[in-house]
């Protein structure tokens, strides 16, 4: 757990640190209290441990004591069961809050790490008894499900049990002079069983409970026979800090998995203590709970066929992933569940659920490749989600992972612009390529009405800048018609854009727009002399770089016509309005 031998660790410790000499520890530079009776801070992994492939997780927790001062209240441990609980109950019915606890029942320090092996993995943990004055009881437990509280000083547990969480029971007898330990297993059904996999969750109420098993070579532990001097934290007992601990106040143990035979995954550490010997006697003190992983998460790298933006509807698509382990380690086995997100479900994360697409695929050499779905004919983003479970040899050695992204995951059906969320009308945005633009214009607008405003502009034919951005009038009272866009009274979305201002801050053609209401009515005259009505069905207003590019200049099969000008606060730095207000028809 500590450096030891001659040398200095590096990097060097910052000030007021402990910095134990040597090397071949996982923990250093504890730091001393801040004062006030904070409890002291913890140390850090150590550039060898950090470094040392073989380690999986560690974790390192600093109980606070029923005499430090914490956030929570003065002379009191904030960590402490409020109710009557015993080992094995629901977790979710399990309180916890600040009180005192008796020395010999007082967590101090605790620790424990997760080690790689040609086979499954080696767990080993440690833990500071602050007393051996009298029989006290330890237990270490580890849970595969994420196990949590609620915020606060007080309140309540959460998470599961499932088949194969373990428990290392450790009882101080004789006055707290002798140790003995007992291994137990949560177990889904009555005994002899049979158990369902490792993982299944099955929480108390039923036929659950914790079984004492006997393994030979599965547990391993020891306590220290004489005082050891501190590692690179700061150790404590009764009468305060101390350099060395005491006999009997260090034990350190060790679980084989391989022995075991356990195919989950563990992702909690839970120590806490009993009042009385017996397995069900009442919790006291607990620590953390900590996080800490015995199966390795691996790397995913997914690349979606095909990319970009501004694809036809109904484009073939598909997904590849690569799954990896680390640097040495073996290529994970298993399958690839793919998953797909529609414009409707994308976020800017990008897929956080998805619909499956075609069979789970079985990795071939560490990568898969999805079935083809042409569910793309709605207009907008699509990012892909890839979902692996390991299998075989990789059972028990790599944890269950999944992968997406807004950038290569993702692709964009009819959007005029890079699928990433919020493009907005500041950037290049040309008109779908795969949409027919019939634009007659002999028919082009001319004017444009808004009796309830008492609006009538003239209407100039604009186009595209070359950024790609819509240009706006050359006149502030005049209205623009994007020539690019559906010809108005056309299927398609037609798009007219004006002036909220002029340079002077003179009100210009679409000052008043925001005042428009649904059901009011817009008035183009075109050409030919046709005179169009469109009812206004509802306003939005957007952030610039989040206009609903699709809504405004996509394609459609209705004739429609979208008014747009500037909104919002002026923007001094940009030379423009923060929003854009849309009136669609």
């Not at 075989?392 to 990433?420: K, L, M, N, Q, R």
């Amino acid at each position: 757990w500590a450096n030891s031998g001659a040398g200095s660790p590096g990097p060097a410790c910052p000030a007021g640190a402990v910095n134990v000499t040597g090397s071949g520890g996982l923990f250093n530079c504890g730091t001393p209290s801040a004062g006030g009776g904070a409890p002291p801070g913890a140390p850090s992994l150590t550039p060898a441990g950090a470094a040392d492939l073989t380690r999986i997780s560690s974790t390192f927790v600093v109980d606070p004591l029923s005499s430090d001062t914490t956030p929570c209240g003065a002379s009191n441990d904030p960590t402490t069961f409020t109710t009557s609980v015993k080992n094995g109950d629901d977790i979710n019915g399990m309180a916890f809050g600040p009180g005192n606890v008796p020395n010999k029942n007082d967590l101090s320090n605790v620790y424990a790490v997760s080690h790689a092996t040609a086979a499954r993995p080696e767990l080993f943990f440690g833990a500071e008894r602050l007393s051996d004055n009298g029989d006290s009881h330890i237990d270490f437990e580890f849970l595969q499900t994420i196990i949590g509280l609620t915020a606060g000083c007080s309140g309540n547990f959460s998470g599961h049990r499932t088949e194969g969480d373990l428990l290392v029971a450790v009882d101080f007898t004789g006055g707290g002079g002798t140790a003995t330990n007992e291994l137990y297993q949560w177990h889904c059904n009555a005994e002899p069983g049979p158990q369902p996999g490792d993982g299944t969750v099955c929480d108390p109420g039923g036929a659950a409970h914790y079984e004492q098993i006997s393994i030979p070579g599965s547990v391993g532990f020891t306590i220290n026979a004489a005082a050891v001097p501190c590692g690179g934290w700061i150790c404590r007992d009764t009468a305060g800090v101390t350099a060395q601990l005491a006999a009997n106040d260090f034990l350190e143990g060790g679980l084989d998995l391989t022995v075991l035979n356990f195919t989950g995954c563990f992702h909690t550490f839970l120590p806490h203590t009993r009042t009385a010997q017996s397995f069900s006697a009442a919790l006291t003190d607990f620590a953390g709970p900590a996080p800490l992983t015995t199966c390795r998460t691996p790397t995913m790298t997914t690349a979606s066929s095909p990319t970009g933006f501004n694809l036809a509807p109904g484009v073939v698509a598909s997904d590849h992933v690569t799954v990896q382990g680390p640097a040495g380690g073996a290529t994970p086995q298993g399958t690839v569940a793919f998953l797909l997100c529609g414009p409707s479900q994308v976020t800017a994360g990008g897929c956080p659920a998805g619909n499956p697409v075609g069979a789970v695929k079985t990795l071939v050499s560490g990568a898969a490749t999805s079935d083809t779905t042409a569910a793309t004919t709605a207009l907008g983003t699509y990012c892909w989600r890839a979902v692996y479970t390991p299998a075989g040899a990789s059972v028990g050695i790599y944890d269950t992972a999944a992968h997406t992204d807004a950038g290569p995951e993702c692709f964009a059906v009819g959007v005029p612009g890079p699928p990433e969320a919020g493009r907005g009308l500041n950037l290049p945005m040309p008109p779908p390529d795969f949409v027919s633009i019939n634009a007659v214009l002999g028919n082009a607008p001319l004017r444009l009405d808004v009796p309830s405003l008492g609006i009538d502009a003239s209407v100039e034919s604009l186009g595209l800048l070359a950024n790609g951005a819509m240009a706006v009038p050359q006149f502030v009272s005049d209205a623009g018609w994007l020539r690019t866009s559906a010809v108005p009274g056309s299927a398609g979305n037609a798009v007219i854009g004006g002036h909220l201002d002029g340079n002077a801050g003179e009100p210009a053609a679409f000052w008043a727009l925001g005042r428009l209401r649904p059901g009011d009515a817009i008035i183009v005259t075109t050409a030919t002399g046709t005179q169009l009505r469109f009812s206004v069905v509802r306003i939005g207003q957007y952030r610039r770089q989040a206009v609903p590019l699709v809504a405004v200049f996509g394609p459609s099969r209705e004739p429609q016509l979208n008014l747009i000008t500037c909104a919002g606060p002026y923007l001094k730095d940009h030379r423009t309005y923060r929003d854009r207000l849309v009136v669609y028809t």
